[in-house]
């Protein structure tokens, strides 16, 4: 049976009755074509087995329509590949009652999609069966909205990986009572998003079960609100495996109400760090029952804000083993209601070293009983401050034991009252260390009785400070055996006030250590009563120190053996003031040995009465150093026996002060071996007084370094007896000391100790003694000797004395000295002096000493010595005296003395005395030199002479001296010479002087100098003169000069002429240059005036560049002729400015060639005046570049003629400007071809106006709208 026929025939005219008999084979085998057109009767009359038989492909064919008529039993029939195969609109328009024939088997089949696309109301009919039975995928792909329109028991249908597969976002849509239908094994299959995505609604109404399956991970994927919206008891359903888990913010976020539903067995597994985390409000929450649950581990987690928080009714609770486990956080954290409530165990089991965190006020809440089950360990563990903090109950019930494990630091908390409150017995259970701790308020605060219940023991503990605290009665009621029981540093500590109250018994009962250890603010305070109980050995354990703490009044009053006892050690650090209250019979009984102990400033304390008990032995014993530290008065007390008794080390240590202050009449007393002793220093001290009344045998005894050390103010008071007596010792004397020497001592030295002066000595004198020497002293003087005077000093010298020096002194001055002499004291020299200068010293003579110089003096000077004057000395010559030179001695002159000679005193000299000068004298000659010389002068020069002047030297000629050459003497004119000449001495020189000058001296002139030139003179030689001359020649010079020198002009020359110079050239000298006019440059062309311009051959405007043609000025390019203008090329025409342009005629321009008018610019065009456009031709207009058309302008648009107009191409009509179309007038429009208009843009054709359009033909027209 063939079934496959059309589909009209299937569709239409087949009865639903003949479509069941088909076979299954039969309806497998229709095509998709066939069953796309099938009615709704037919479909659904098909068997469930003919519905088996559709493969996926027909099934894909029908359409919703035709699917929409299987009932639910025949979709059951399909095949899972079929359902598979079904597309998502299909699958969409599935019902209810068709959805619920579909097996599991056919439900797993459902892809995600097509799960998707069931409508909502389908899938909520669904059973749980077929529910269980989709996908993980097709139920991943739900949304959240479908998900929440499910059943609870549809939603407890579903297993662990189809929960899984819904996704964090959708587990969080589903509603709480949804949630909390999934089964337990369902609910611990979520994963840890989905456990972090459950919102508090939801984790509110989880049940114990599901809560108790949650392992450790999954609780801590809780969030900390989903967690702290669990009641009690839910909490207290998680396991200990899933407590665990709780992170620190979690549990921080219980409740109290939470908190306190935890187990025994939850809070037993808690790690240190989650119970560390519990909030104060978890932790007082929690029992004794609970509390106790707690690990040990935990228990030391504890912060000390928790422990605040333990509820007093649970710290019972806490076994020995929890509370071993605080630690002094937590102990610090303890409050006085929860010590209060720890039993006398518990406080006993409290770890020692965490005692120390107990706060003060929590120990403060301690009973007695508490505070006696302290351990001694643990008291020793106390800080001070705890101590501190005990109360005087609290004090009271310490054992003995206790008290004996107080350290230093904790005894030092005690304060008085806290000391005072402890019993005899009590106290003295106080160990060493902790006695050694007190503080010193605690000590002070000891009564008599608890002072005199104190052991050597504990007295041996006091430290200096405690001691220091001891009033003195409280020292007044130890007795001697308890005051021998401190140490040597304890009884330093005693203070002054408490050493002054000290028995003679007492201080007999000390040991020597003790008395060894007094300050010396002590001895100082003990009383003589009390001194008088040490024996000598106790009186010499005393320190040095000590001793010098004795006041003199208690020194005074030791007696013999007390004094006897006294070390040499001890006598040396007595004191000048203790020295002071010795007696003089005191002082008088003291042994050499004794005496030498003390120290030397000790001596300074010895008063008038005691010196003058000493004996000439014991003033012999007394050491240098003793000597130097006496005062200046003590010593001044010394009796001359007693300075008699001094020995030579004695007075060699004597000091300048202490000198000073003995008599005169002492020292006068002293021996010659006592004076030779001295010091040099000391002697320096001597006063004037004592100084002048030496005998002449002690002046003489005087060593060198003594008389060396005699000052200025000494030395002047010396009598001459006393200078004689120093003898040939004189040379000892300082500089100082010799320029102490009044004028009078000076004169009265001998000549024999003139002689021997050393050179220091001799620099030493000044002007006043220098003038004292008589005529004697100075012969008497060595050349060396003389030397050595300052020249300042020099200038002393007296005219009778510098009349005494010889010839070989003269010589033997050094120059600097011979400066320092004076003019007046040299002027009576003799010929032989003078004739002894050398000629090193010639330069040092004051010029005005020269000056001065007689005709007699001058002519004894030889030539060598008159060549060593300087300029500034010859400078100082007269004219009078120049003159007077004879030739000779003008020969010797130096070439610098020649240089310092006045101008005037030169120009006074002779030919004959000029002719006499020597060619490197004449060298030296100045510009002001020469120009000071008279024509007549110069004229006699000689060519060498000439010749050997300087070029600046030169420049300073006169010019009537200059005019006075003759043509030899020009000619021997160096060229270095010719360069120095000004324009003024050039212009002096007459045309046969320019005429003789040498091409090497014509171009040696400077740019200057030849503004001087005769140019009729050098006009053959023009042509030698170089640029930079040229350049300087003025224009009076150049106009002067016919064409055909200037023709001879080199191209570089040409081009140096000036612009003025070049505005200067007649017009026929500017014409003969031809061509060569182009070797000007555009300054020069610029300079050009229309005369000169119009002169120019058309030949020679051809050679001028565009640059130079552009430098051409207004009314040269305007004086220019048509011819000129014509033969401009374009490159020459394009170089126009627009200045030019517009200073062209209109007859200029109307000569310009059709080339020509092409070459100009559009800027050049736009520059023409309608003026000078009219003038063009239709030829010309027509030969402008569409460019330059461009450029015209509406006012130009009125220069062109209609013929202007039409003569051009139509490209270059088209270049015109909008504006410029528009300025066209009727007779010009009229003249315009169609041709042009044709090629007219839009832009252009639309500016024309309505009188314009009026002047167009019907061609025009037709042409500019085709």
């Not at 021997?756 to 004697?776: C, I």
């Not at 010839?807 to 033997?812: E, P, R, Y």
């Not at 059709?1154 to 010309?1180: H, N, Y």
């Amino acid at each position: 049976m063939q079934v496959n026929t059309a589909p009209v025939a299937i569709g239409v005219l087949r009865p639903p009755a003949y479509l069941a008999a088909l076979s299954a084979g039969q309806i497998a085998g229709i095509t998709t074509t066939t069953l796309a057109v099938m009615s709704t009767n037919q479909l659904g009359a098909l068997t469930t087995t003919q519905v088996a038989a559709l493969r996926a492909t027909q099934i894909t064919a029908l359409t919703t329509t035709g699917l929409g008529a299987l009932s639910g039993t025949q979709l059951g029939a399909l095949s899972a590949t079929s359902v598979a195969a079904m597309t998502v609109t299909q699958v969409g328009s599935l019902t209810t009652l068709q959805v619920s024939g579909l097996t599991a088997g056919q439900v797993v089949a459902l892809k995600p999609a097509q799960v998707a696309a069931l409508p909502v109301a389908v899938l909520t009919s669904m059973t749980t069966r077929q529910l269980a039975a989709l996908s993980t995928a097709g139920i991943g792909g739900l949304s959240a909205s479908t998900l929440g329109a499910l059943s609870s028991d549809q939603i407890a249908a579903l297993n662990g990986a189809q929960l899984r597969a819904i996704g964090t976002k959708n587990i969080a849509a589903l509603s709480p009572a949804q949630l909390a239908s999934l089964s337990d094994s369902a609910f611990a299959a979520l994963t840890l998003g989905q456990i972090q995505a459950v919102s508090t609604a939801q984790a509110g109404v989880l049940t114990t079960e599901q809560l108790r399956i949650l392992n450790a991970t999954q609780v801590a994927a809780l969030e900390v609100v989903d967690l702290a919206s669990l009641n009690s008891t839910q909490l207290g359903a998680l396991s200990a495996i899933g407590v665990t888990g709780l992170s620190t913010t979690q549990l921080r976020a219980l409740s109290g109400t939470q908190a306190a539903g935890l187990t025994q067995t939850q809070l037993a597994v808690l790690r240190p760090a989650q119970v560390a985390s519990l909030s104060t409000a978890s932790i007082a929450a929690l029992n004794g029952t609970q509390l106790a649950a707690l690990p040990r581990a935990g228990i030391a987690a504890l912060t000390a804000s928790q422990v605040a928080a333990l509820a007093p009714g649970a710290m019972g609770a806490l076994t020995s083993t929890q509370l071993s486990a605080f630690g002094s956080v937590q102990l610090s954290g303890l409050t006085a209601t929860g010590a209060a409530a720890l039993t006398a165990e518990q406080v006993s089991a409290l770890p020692t070293t965490s005692l120390a965190g107990l706060r003060t006020e929590v120990l403060a809440a301690l009973g007695s009983t508490q505070i006696a089950a302290l351990r001694p360990a643990q008291i020793a563990a106390l800080k001070p401050g705890q101590v501190g903090a005990l109360t005087s109950t609290q004090l009271g019930a310490l054992t003995t034991a206790q008290l004996g494990a107080i350290g230093a630091a904790q005894a030092e908390a005690l304060s008085g009252d806290d000391v005072l409150a402890l019993s005899g017995s009590q106290l003295a259970g106080l160990g060493t260390t902790g006695m050694a701790g007190l503080t010193t308020t605690a000590v002070a605060t000891l009564t008599a009785t608890q002072l005199r219940a104190l052991t050597t023991t504990q007295l041996g503990a006091i430290l200096a400070t405690q001691a220091a605290a001891l009033t003195g009665d409280d020292v007044s009621a130890l007795s001697g055996s308890q005051l021998a029981g401190l140490t040597a540093t304890a009884v330093t500590g005693l203070t002054t006030s408490a050493v002054a109250t000290l028995t003679a018994a007492q201080l007999g009962a000390l040991t020597t250590r003790q008395v060894g250890a007094l300050t010396q603010a002590q001895s100082a305070a003990l009383s003589r009563d009390g001194l008088a109980g040490l024996n000598a050995t106790q009186v010499s354990s005393l320190s040095p120190t000590a001793v010098r703490g004795l006041p003199p009044t208690s020194l005074a009053a030791l007696t013999s053996t007390q004094f006897a006892g006294l070390t040499t050690t001890q006598l040396a650090v007595l004191s000048a003031t203790q020295i002071g209250g010795l007696s003089a019979g005191s002082v008088g009984v003291l042994s050499t040995i004794q005496l030498t102990a003390l120290a030397p400033a000790s001596l300074q304390g010895l008063t008038s009465e005691a010196i003058g008990a000493l004996s000439t032995g014991q003033v012999a014993a007394l050491t240098t150093g003793q000597i130097a530290a006496l005062g200046p008065a003590q010593l001044g007390l010394f009796a001359t026996t007693q300075l008699g008794s001094l020995g030579t080390a004695q007075l060699r240590a004597m000091t300048t002060g202490q000198l000073a202050a003995v008599p005169a009449t002492g020292i006068a007393a002293l021996s010659t071996v006592q004076v030779a002793a001295l010091s040099s220093p000391a002697l320096a001290g001597l006063t004037t007084t004592a100084i002048s009344i030496l005998a002449s045998t002690q002046i003489a005894a005087l060593t060198p370094g003594q008389v060396a050390a005699l000052t200025g103010d000494q030395v002047p008071v010396l009598t001459p007896n006393q200078l004689g007596a120093l003898g040939n010792q004189i040379t000892a004397l300082s500089a100082a000391a010799i320029a102490g020497l009044t004028t009078g001592q000076v004169a009265g030295l001998t000549t024999t100790q003139f002689g021997l002066l050393t050179t220091g000595q001799m620099a030493a004198l000044d002007t006043a003694q220098v003038g004292a020497l008589s005529a004697d002293s100075i012969e008497a003087l060595s050349t060396l000797q003389l030397s050595a005077l300052r020249p300042a000093s020099l200038a002393g010298l007296t005219t009778t004395a510098t009349a005494a020096l010889s010839s070989a002194q003269v010589a033997g001055l050094p120059p600097r000295s011979i400066a320092g002499l004076s003019a007046a004291s040299t002027m009576s020299w003799s010929t032989a002096q003078l004739a002894a200068l050398t000629t090193a010293q010639i330069p040092s003579l004051d010029p005005q000493l020269v000056a001065n110089l007689s005709d007699t003096q001058l002519d004894a000077l030889s030539t060598t010595q008159l060549g060593a004057l300087t300029s500034s000395q010859f400078g100082a010559l007269s004219s009078q005296t120049i003159v007077g030179l004879a030739n000779s001695q003008l020969a010797a002159l130096s070439p610098s003395g020649i240089g310092g000679l006045s101008a005037s005193g030169l120009a006074g000299l002779s030919t004959t005395q000029f002719a006499a000068l020597s060619s490197t004298q004449l060298a030296a000659l100045s510009s002001a030199q020469l120009s000071a010389l008279p024509a007549g002068t110069v004229a006699t020069l000689s060519p060498a002479q000439l010749a050997s002047l300087s070029p600046a030297a030169i420049s300073g000629l006169s010019t009537s001296g200059l005019a006075a050459l003759g043509a030899t003497q020009l000619g021997a004119l160096t060229t270095s010479q010719v360069s120095g000449l000004g324009s003024a001495q050039v212009a002096a020189l007459s045309a046969d002087q320019v005429g003789a000058l040498s091409d090497a001296q014509l171009t040696a002139l400077s740019s200057t100098a030849v503004r001087g030139l005769d140019m009729t003179a050098v006009a053959g030689r023009l042509d030698l003169l170089r640029p930079d001359q040229i350049a300087a020649l003025e224009s009076a010079q150049l106009a002067a000069l016919p064409s055909e020198v200037v023709s001879t002009l080199a191209d570089s020359q040409l081009a140096a002429i000036s612009p003025s110079g070049i505005a200067s050239l007649a017009t026929d000298t500017v014409a003969a240059l031809g061509t060569r006019i182009g070797v000007l440059s555009t300054q020069q062309i610029a300079g050009l005036g229309a005369d000169q311009v119009s002169a120019l051959s058309t030949t020679a405007l051809t050679a001028l560049s565009a640059s130079q043609v552009g430098a051409i000025g207004y009314s040269a390019t305007r004086g220019m002729t048509t011819a000129q203008a014509g033969s401009l090329n374009t490159t020459q025409i394009s170089g126009l400015s627009t200045m030019q342009v517009m200073a062209l005629s209109p007859a200029q321009v109307a000569s310009m060639s059709t080339t020509q008018l092409s070459g100009l610019t559009t800027t050049q065009v736009f520059r023409l005046s309608p003026t000078q456009l009219a003038a063009l031709t239709t030829d010309q207009v027509a030969a402008l570049s569409t460019t330059a058309i461009a450029a015209l302008t509406p006012a130009q648009m009125v220069g062109l003629s209609p013929d202007d107009v039409a003569s051009l191409r139509p490209e270059a009509f088209a270049a015109l400007s909008t504006t410029a179309v528009g300025a066209l007038n009727n007779e010009q429009i009229a003249a315009v071809s169609p041709t042009q208009l044709a090629n007219l843009r839009s832009m252009q054709v639309a500016a024309f106006t309505q009188s314009q359009y009026f002047a167009m033909s019907p061609s025009q027209l037709g042409a500019l709208f085709a």
